[in-house]
Every structure is written in C-alpha cells, then in structure tokens.
C-alpha cells in the first residue's frame, strides 16, 4: 500500500509538474490539465476510500491493491519536440462476484439426557435390639406375731394365817335337884290328897359361844408368774428387690430416598455446515500510469 500512495502522489506530482511542454516549456492551455489532476485527485480518493473500506470489512473479504503499471520514467519516453505529455492514471477494472463460502463447519452437539427418578420405600435400623436393666422393688407382707415381753418368773406371796369360828357349848349352871310344888292333875294321886311336894332335878345350864381359833399359821409360798407376750404387727419383706434383664427391641424407620431409575445419558445430534453467500468486489485490471500526448501551448 506504501507502493500504492508514494506511486498516486508521484503520478499527480509529475502530472502537474509535467503537464507543459517538453524541455521546461510552459503550457498556456490550462484548462485542459487542470480537469486532468482534478481526475486523478479524485481517483486518488477514490483509491484511499477503497482502501479504508478494505480494511474495515472482515478477513474474508478480498483487499483491494492499487499498483500502477507502467514506466516510471520522469520524461515521457521518445518525445517529439513541439509535442505535450501528461501522465494519465488508467484505473483499475473491477467487477462484482458472488461466491459461497463456508460460515461453519460440519459438527454435532451433544444432548444431555437427564437421569429419570423415582421414590423408593424403605426400612431403616434406626437403633438396634438391646437389653436394659430394670430394677424389681421388693414386697411387703404384714405379719402380726406374739411378742415375748416379759420372761416367766416367781413370786414369793404370804399366805396368811387361816382362822375359823368353833361354836362350843360350855356350862353356866350345872345340874341340881330342888323341890317344887306339884300342880296340875298329874301331881296328885287324888283329890284328898294334900299337898304335893316333887324333888325335880334342874339340868345343867349351858350357853352357846363362838369364838375364832387359828386353823393354819400364816406362811409364804412360791407363786410362777406366767411371761408375758405382746400382739405386734408389723411390715416384713416377702420377697427382696432385685434386678432383671428386659430385651428393647431394635427401632426401626420407614424411610422414602430418591432413586435413579433411568440414568443419565448423551445423545449426539450431527450438525450440517452452514453456507453464507458472499459478494465482494474482485479486480479484474490493474491500474495503469502512462504517458498520453495532450495538445498544449508552450511559451518560450
């Protein structure tokens, strides 16, 4: 591209510069020439703005070059005296074609499939079977039974003496005879008899008394006194407290997990190239830069 801009100025500065007569003449028509590099500036620009846009578009896109064929002399070849010369830039040919260019490569994409689940049920050891110790507390009865208080024993115990009442008959008076007067009819033998005179015997007085005499003389004598024995009631052990091995059975839990029924898979799915159809700009010629004879007027 350097080529390109220093071939362009050169060709435009050697155009104005030589656009006269040959051997440093100066042309007097002027307006011809001036249209001239007015054409070559604006090719020029033209060149540049391709240039710009080539290099803005993507890296497929074809740059476009400029280089200019032609001699690169700084006097027109075989000139002829009297005659002009301009260097005139003969622009590049292009043309428009369509291509198609591959956008992506043939491929595949791989699908994952996701496992299917489901629920299963089941039983879990959650604590196992083991043994614990369980205290048996001991039982009571209620016993009621003879309690001995006091031992058996002895006792001296007086036996006073015994006395008794005796009735005894004793003689106040005793007996004696004393004459008495009979009377009645008993007495008399008759009735002439006189007087009766009897000797009657008076028997003895006596008179009862009671009086207190000893029987038995008083004594001592040895007595047993029976024990002595107390009714108690009271709480005993019937049977004593113990320990004894109890079997816990094992806990179990009805648990639900997730469960994969179906697992997860890939599923490879090919994917076609893709084509994009592209149109760009292809030059056909290359630019040329050569000498032309114009028609001038030289001053002297």
Not at 8 to 37: I, M, Q, T, W, Y
Request: glycine letters at 2%; charged letters at 25%.
């Amino acid at each position: 591209m350097r080529i390109l801009k220093s071939s362009v100025l050169c060709a435009a500065v050697l155009a104005v510069a030589f656009s006269g007569c040959a051997e440093k003449k100066v042309c007097k028509s002027a307006v011809a020439p001036v249209a001239k590099v007015d054409a070559r500036d604006a090719e020029i620009k033209s060149l540049q703005a391709e240039l710009a846009e080539a290099r803005a578009k993507s890296a497929k896109v074809v740059t476009v070059t400029k280089e200019v064929a032609g001699p690169n002399e700084l006097y027109p070849p075989n000139a002829v005296a009297g005659k002009c010369y301009a260097r005139v830039l003969t622009p590049a040919k292009y043309e428009m074609r369509t291509e198609k260019l591959l956008k992506s490569e043939a491929g595949e994409r791989v699908e994952v499939i996701p496992a299917a689940y489901g629920k299963q049920t089941s039983k879990v050891l959650v604590k196992e079977a083991s043994e614990r110790l369980v205290t048996v507390p001991a039982t009571y009865k209620t016993v009621t039974e003879k309690v001995l208080v006091k031992e058996a024993s002895e006792r001296l115990v007086k036996v006073p003496a015994v006395y008794e009442t005796v009735t005894e008959k004793i003689m106040v008076k005793p007996a004696y005879t004393t004459w008495k007067r009979g009377s009645g009819p008993n007495q008399r033998v008759d009735h002439a008899t006189g007087e009766i005179v009897c000797l009657v015997e008076i028997p003895a007085e006596y008179r009862t008394i009671s009086k207190r005499v000893l029987k038995s003389a008083a004594t001592t004598k040895s007595v047993p006194v029976p024990a002595v024995y107390k009714t108690v009631t009271r709480k005993v052990v019937a049977t004593p407290a113990a320990t004894k091995s109890v079997p816990v059975p094992a806990v179990y839990k009805t648990v639900t997990t997730k469960v994969v029924k179906t697992p997860a898979s890939t599923k490879r799915i090919p994917i076609p190239a893709t084509y994009q159809t592209v149109t760009k700009k292809v030059k056909v010629s290359d630019p040329v830069l050569k000498w032309q004879e114009v028609k001038c007027k030289t001053t002297k």
